[in-house]
């Protein structure tokens, strides 16, 4: 099914022996969870800095970027358990219990997906607002109000849980047979693997299967990249000319071609997010269309590395997030160690320094 051709973490069953167990493990069973959980912590880092600055909590903008922080925790919350209980377990890979091998499919692969398709087209929408506001500042404050985000973000999150609800119930788990030949491999049950993932219905199930990869192919690979990637150059456009405006208004001050600088340097955060994004995307892309364009053999008859490599990036790339803003963005910098200030302890006057108070008292 497409867990195994989603790399979400993928192939815990149906994989022959010449799959790379000893490269998922070591990514999925021991990089991966401590990436998620650090992950998970810059991601309530930047909610709390973007909404802690009570003068600006309003910023539109920062309901898209709490957004997408949320949807790509999510993604991270929701695998821990297949990374623990497959990957991270000394006999992986393992027998599987009937119960698991459900779980895996809806943690390993439908949830993610779910949160995966929302933070991508969050993020689309995040790059098409910066360009419009870049490229028309005066006309976009009829629209650019914290209620269009936030329907906007909403709209988006139903959408990608509405598109996806299908594969919580398109399949069913199905026990192997007695040394059942899978992939030209033979697996012994209670030795090794126990059961698999199925489409629920006979009739039709490759038409159904063809549709759904490509569905897939479409609204999380071809569309995403090829709109991010359009945005990407009209966005570089609009910041050069930007920039060079205000450059010239700004010749003749030292202060305001400083604050013409770290405004641009503003803006290019979101160019070098996209980039992140483009960077995992587009690969992960290529890899999907291959498969189902070039590629007529399961995904799992070889070693699996493209597969595994590209969604473990994918969760990496998150992790960067929260320095692109620490770095490029001075009010977000300037917020976050306001707060780092706050939570500094207040060193106490020792016996000394409390007899010379009395004294002096």
Same mark, same amino acid.
């Not at 870049?134 to 990608?160: E, H, Q």
């Not at 290529?286 to 189902?292: A, C, D, G, N, Y």
């Not at 364009?293 to 992790?319: A, N, P």
């Not at 300037?334 to 320094?353: G, N, W």
């Given at each position: 099914?497409?867990?195994?051709?989603?790399?979400?973490?993928?192939?815990?069953?149906? =994989?022959?022996?010449?799959? &790379?167990?000893?490269?998922?493990?070591?990514?999925?069973?021991?990089?991966?969870?401590?990436?998620?959980?650090?992950?998970?912590?810059?991601?309530?880092?930047?909610? %709390?800095?973007?909404?802690?600055?009570?003068?600006?909590?309003?910023?539109?903008?920062?309901?898209?970027?709490?957004?997408?922080?949320?949807?790509?925790?999510?993604?991270?919350? /929701?695998?821990?358990?297949?990374?623990?209980?497959?990957? =991270?377990?000394?006999?992986?890979?393992?027998?599987?219990?009937?119960?698991?091998?459900?779980?895996?499919?809806?943690?390993?692969?439908?949830?993610?997906?779910?949160?995966?398709?929302?933070?991508?087209?969050?993020?689309?929408?995040?790059?098409?607002?910066?360009?419009? /506001?870049?490229?028309?500042?005066?006309?976009?404050? +009829?629209?650019?109000?914290?209620?269009?985000?936030?329907?906007?973000?909403?709209?988006? +999150?139903?959408?990608?849980?509405?598109? &996806?609800?299908?594969?919580?119930?398109?399949?069913?788990?199905?026990?192997?047979?007695?040394?059942?030949?899978?992939?030209?491999?033979?697996?012994?049950?209670?030795?090794?693997?126990?059961?698999?993932?199925?489409?629920?219905? %006979?009739?039709?199930?490759? /038409?159904? #299967?063809?549709?759904?990869?490509?569905?897939?192919?479409?609204?999380?690979?071809?569309?995403?990249?090829?709109?991010?990637?359009?945005?990407?150059?009209?966005?570089?456009?609009?910041?050069?000319?930007? &920039?060079?405006?205000?450059?010239?208004?700004?010749?003749?001050?030292? !202060?305001?071609?400083?604050? #013409?600088? &770290?405004?641009?340097?503003?803006?290019?955060?979101?160019?070098?997010?996209? !980039?992140?994004?483009?960077?995992?995307?587009?690969?992960?892309?290529?890899?999907? /269309?291959?498969?189902? +364009?070039? !590629?007529?053999?399961?995904?799992?008859?070889?070693?699996?590395?493209?597969?595994?490599? !590209?969604?473990?990036?994918?969760?990496?790339?998150?992790?960067?997030?929260?320095?692109?803003?620490?770095?490029?963005?001075?009010?977000?910098? +300037?917020?976050?160690?306001?707060?780092?200030?706050?939570?500094?302890?207040?060193?106490?006057?020792?016996?000394?320094?409390?007899?010379?108070?009395?004294?002096?008292?």
């Amino acid at each position: 099914m497409e867990e195994n051709e989603m790399g979400l973490p993928p192939l815990i069953y149906d =994989a022959p022996s010449p799959f &790379n167990t000893a490269l998922a493990r070591g990514l999925y069973g021991v990089a991966a969870p401590v990436i998620v959980i650090l992950t998970i912590l810059n991601n309530i880092m930047v909610v %709390i800095t973007m909404h802690s600055d009570l003068p600006k909590r309003g910023s539109a903008s920062r309901i898209q970027h709490t957004a997408i922080a949320c949807s790509n925790s999510l993604l991270g919350i /929701v695998q821990l358990p297949v990374h623990f209980y497959f990957f =991270a377990a000394p006999s992986f890979p393992a027998y599987i219990s009937k119960p698991w091998c459900g779980a895996f499919r809806i943690l390993g692969f439908v949830l993610p997906h779910i949160f995966h398709t929302i933070s991508l087209w969050q993020f689309i929408g995040l790059s098409v607002q910066r360009y419009l /506001v870049f490229r028309f500042p005066f006309s976009c404050v +009829t629209w650019y109000n914290i209620d269009n985000m936030t329907k906007l973000v909403k709209i988006l +999150t139903f959408a990608g849980f509405i598109v &996806n609800i299908p594969k919580l119930f398109d399949f069913e788990i199905i026990d192997f047979d007695e040394n059942m030949i899978l992939n030209n491999a033979t697996f012994v049950i209670g030795k090794t693997l126990s059961c698999r993932a199925e489409y629920r219905f %006979i009739n039709g199930r490759n /038409v159904y #299967a063809l549709f759904s990869s490509w569905f897939v192919a479409i609204t999380v690979h071809i569309v995403p990249c090829t709109t991010l990637t359009t945005v990407y150059i009209l966005l570089i456009s609009a910041i050069y000319k930007n &920039n060079t405006r205000r450059q010239n208004l700004s010749r003749n001050s030292r !202060t305001g071609r400083r604050q #013409a600088r &770290n405004q641009t340097i503003k803006e290019c955060s979101v160019l070098v997010m996209m !980039t992140t994004c483009l960077v995992v995307e587009i690969p992960s892309a290529i890899v999907r /269309v291959k498969q189902l +364009t070039f !590629t007529k053999r399961d995904v799992t008859s070889g070693g699996g590395e493209e597969i595994i490599l !590209t969604h473990f990036f994918l969760l990496l790339s998150y992790y960067f997030y929260v320095y692109i803003y620490l770095i490029m963005n001075r009010d977000f910098r +300037t917020t976050f160690l306001s707060i780092l200030r706050k939570l500094r302890p207040i060193p106490q006057p020792d016996a000394t320094e409390l007899q010379v108070i009395r004294r002096a008292v």
